[in-house]
């Protein structure tokens, strides 16, 4: 059974650019929620999704970020226009269910803004 | 709000003794507590939780406990070896119907041989 899958594993984008962060959930999990983890930081909530819906974008910045989870596919982390400050380890974890399950996390994707 | 706080932040300690990080919560409905692990470059990994019907688990050299009047639960691992060097964080589900897992600032914890 494989865990959650992250790709890329290290992506560098130039200030402005867009970067696309994807995550599989581990198989038979449908809740996948993204982390985002700064330099010598601890993890901080981004946002929770199930399939085709978001459940809770409270940890989101209001603009330039976005997120999906389609019906079909990964789930999708979306930050447009990026800046230095987005540098950051974005995890994502999956569960089985939604009601106070273990979250399994993937290995991160490291986003160099340069 | 929606707040844990984790200490302390660095621990140091020498191969063979006890570690003890203690964590507070401030929601009192919060009723699930995971600690997780987390090496350099890698993906946090859980190693002990606790529910709140339980005031302590242990597995092997590692417990939780936990004190849902005070709001706080700390994690205690003894016999301490160097490949317990990491960061450790502790976390707290929020009550709201949804699984919004707020974590501590975290420790790192170094074991010297």
Redesign the interface.
């Known amino acids: 059974n494989a865990g959650v899958m992250q790709n890329p594993r290290h992506l560098v984008r130039r200030r402005g650019q867009e970067a696309r962060l994807r995550c599989s959930p581990m198989k038979g999990h449908s809740h996948v929620y993204w982390y985002r983890q700064l330099p010598e930081e601890g993890l901080k909530f981004m946002v929770y999704l199930q399939k085709e819906n978001i459940i809770d974008e409270s940890g989101m910045p209001k603009e330039r970020f976005s997120a999906e989870f389609p019906k079909e596919g990964p789930s999708i982390l979306r930050i447009q226009q990026v800046v230095r400050g987005d540098s950051a380890a974005y995890f994502c974890a999956s569960s089985y269910s939604g009601t106070k399950d273990e979250q399994f996390f993937g290995p991160g994707t490291r986003l160099t803004v340069l | 709000g929606e707040n844990v706080e984790?200490h302390p932040s660095t621990l140091s300690v020498q191969e063979g003794d006890s570690a003890v990080i203690k964590c507070t919560y401030s929601d009192s409905a919060s009723?699930?507590f995971?600690w997780?692990k987390q090496e350099l470059g890698?993906?946090?990994?859980?190693i002990i939780?606790i529910r709140s019907n339980v005031g302590e688990k242990k597995d092997q050299r590692i417990a939780v406990t936990l004190n849902k009047t005070a709001k706080h639960f700390s994690l205690h691992i003894t016999e301490t070896q160097p490949e317990d060097s990491a960061v450790y964080?502790c976390a707290a589900?929020f009550s709201?119907g949804?699984?919004?897992?707020?974590?501590?600032?975290?420790t790192r914890l170094a074991v010297h041989p």
């Open positions: 984790q009723n699930y995971p997780y890698k993906r946090p990994q859980l939780d964080f589900y709201g949804y699984n919004k897992l707020i974590f501590g600032a975290g």
